[in-house]
């Protein structure tokens, strides 16, 4: 069965960077998008970014509150996924949660075009980042 594992969560002070990981098991890699999501208390649940099982993100993909700030990373191949989140802010504190589904295949007349789904279905149980 599909399981997802978070790790490198922490409290740092602000402008400083951490580093989340994620490690899904139980699924094959291709077509299959993975995604950080994080949860603050008093407000809904935010996809904070998401990667193709190729590799790449859409800028799209990133919510605005985090880009040029964060970046997700995916080893190639691999079911294991990194948030790179620098210059931390205190509204970046909350519970993060690496999610996985599988990837959206849009057809166009002259182009096939994957992307990451806004729905998902496996969940992992969360990593605590505290900014202050």
């Known amino acids: 069965h599909v399981q997802l594992v978070e790790s490198g969560g922490g409290s740092v002070q602000a402008g400083l960077s951490l580093r989340l990981t994620c490690v899904g098991t139980g699924y094959r890699y291709a077509g299959y998008c993975m995604a950080w999501f994080r949860r603050v208390p008093g407000s809904p649940r935010e996809r904070v970014a998401a990667v193709l099982s190729d590799g790449h993100a859409w800028p799209t993909d990133y919510a605005d509150s985090v880009k040029g700030r964060f970046v997700i990373n995916r080893e190639k191949q691999r079911n294991i996924v990194y948030l790179q989140m620098d210059n931390l802010k205190p509204e970046d504190s909350g519970r993060y949660f690496c999610?996985?589904?599988?990837?959206?295949?849009?057809?166009?007349?002259?182009?096939?075009?994957?992307?990451?789904?806004?729905?998902?279905?496996?969940w992992g149980q969360g990593t605590q980042v505290t900014v202050s």
């Open positions: 999610a996985a589904d599988r990837e959206d295949v849009i057809e166009f007349p002259d182009l096939t075009r994957y992307q990451c789904p806004s729905v998902y279905t496996y």
